[in-house]
């Protein structure tokens, strides 16, 4: 019965106390009696993102490294859901999302995403978010969130470590060579700061050259250096 399949959410954090504050207490509402536990698997906060995750019955699991990879590994080998959902720390969940996913599921779709529209209202950054209602190419970045079986995702051996950068990408593109990766057809709330911070134009050319050198299999450390470099306010978890 799907009433019985619980989710594990799992969020990587570094300093993200101002958006733990608005993001744990929508996910223990949308989500209802769906959730078995929220992780937060933190890489050496000095902010408040420790207490507030405690505060807001949060699991904290303490990551040695600031890498998104390691930290979602780490924070999964405490979850005890049959269904993972990864959430960064800037987005803002769908309401009743947890049917969503566990509907999907029921129905053989192991793994998939939402659509997502900006916490903006500018124009290009709409054009983007309606880009995000196709599972093509760049589908399943993180900002789009992930939802994926616990058997898939320990098929797949969960995420390569040794991807610092563009993670996400690289799980996507394992798992639609063994399984099929769907788009929920609903928005999620993501946020524009790395926009503001740095200019539309500026963000989709690194997002270009970060995306090209991930196709032609440069080493993850260098793209992750070259993009930290092209973009400021840039997050590293």
């Given at each position: 019965?799907?009433?019985?399949?619980?989710?594990?959410?799992?969020?990587?954090?570094?300093?993200?106390?101002?958006?733990?504050?608005?993001?744990?207490?929508?996910?223990?509402?949308?989500?209802?009696?769906?959730?078995?536990?929220?992780?937060?698997?933190?890489?050496?906060?000095?902010?408040?993102?420790?207490?507030?995750?405690?505060?807001?019955?949060?699991?904290?699991?303490?990551?040695?490294?600031?890498?998104?990879?390691?930290?979602?590994?780490?924070?999964?080998?405490?979850?005890?859901?049959?269904?993972?959902?990864?959430?960064?720390?800037?987005?803002?969940?769908?309401?009743?999302?947890?049917?969503?996913?566990?509907?999907?599921?029921?129905?053989?779709?192991?793994?998939?995403?939402?659509?997502?529209?900006?916490?903006?209202?500018?124009?290009?950054?709409?054009?983007?978010?309606?880009?995000?209602?196709?599972?093509?190419?760049?589908?399943?970045?993180?900002?789009?969130?992930?939802?994926?079986?616990?058997?898939?995702?320990?098929?797949?051996?969960?995420?390569?470590?040794?991807?610092?950068?563009?993670?996400d990408f690289d799980l996507t593109r394992r798992i639609k060579k063994i399984s099929d990766f769907h788009v929920i057809p609903k928005e999620i709330k993501v946020s524009a700061r790395k926009y503001e911070g740095n200019g539309?134009?500026?963000?989709?050319?690194?997002?270009?050259?970060?995306?090209?050198?991930?196709?032609?299999?440069?080493?993850?450390?260098?793209?992750?250096?070259?993009?930290?470099?092209?973009?400021?306010?840039?997050?590293?978890?």
């Amino acid at each position: 019965m799907t009433e019985d399949i619980k989710i594990s959410i799992i969020i990587p954090t570094l300093n993200e106390s101002k958006n733990l504050v608005e993001l744990l207490p929508m996910l223990w509402e949308y989500g209802g009696n769906s959730i078995q536990e929220i992780i937060v698997s933190d890489a050496g906060s000095t902010d408040a993102t420790i207490s507030i995750a405690k505060d807001f019955g949060a699991i904290l699991v303490h990551s040695k490294k600031k890498s998104r990879a390691h930290q979602i590994n780490f924070g999964i080998k405490e979850a005890k859901g049959a269904i993972f959902y990864i959430v960064h720390a800037d987005c803002r969940p769908a309401i009743n999302f947890s049917e969503d996913i566990i509907k999907n599921c029921f129905l053989g779709k192991e793994a998939g995403c939402y659509r997502y529209s900006f916490d903006s209202n500018n124009f290009l950054l709409k054009i983007n978010s309606w880009f995000t209602r196709f599972n093509g190419i760049f589908a399943g970045g993180g900002d789009q969130t992930l939802y994926i079986t616990r058997n898939l995702f320990e098929r797949l051996g969960g995420f390569d470590e040794k991807f610092t950068i563009m993670e996400d990408f690289d799980l996507t593109r394992r798992i639609k060579k063994i399984s099929d990766f769907h788009v929920i057809p609903k928005e999620i709330k993501v946020s524009a700061r790395k926009y503001e911070g740095n200019g539309w134009l500026k963000v989709q050319l690194a997002n270009l050259i970060a995306f090209t050198l991930f196709l032609l299999k440069i080493s993850p450390d260098s793209i992750k250096s070259l993009y930290c470099t092209l973009l400021k306010q840039q997050k590293t978890s």
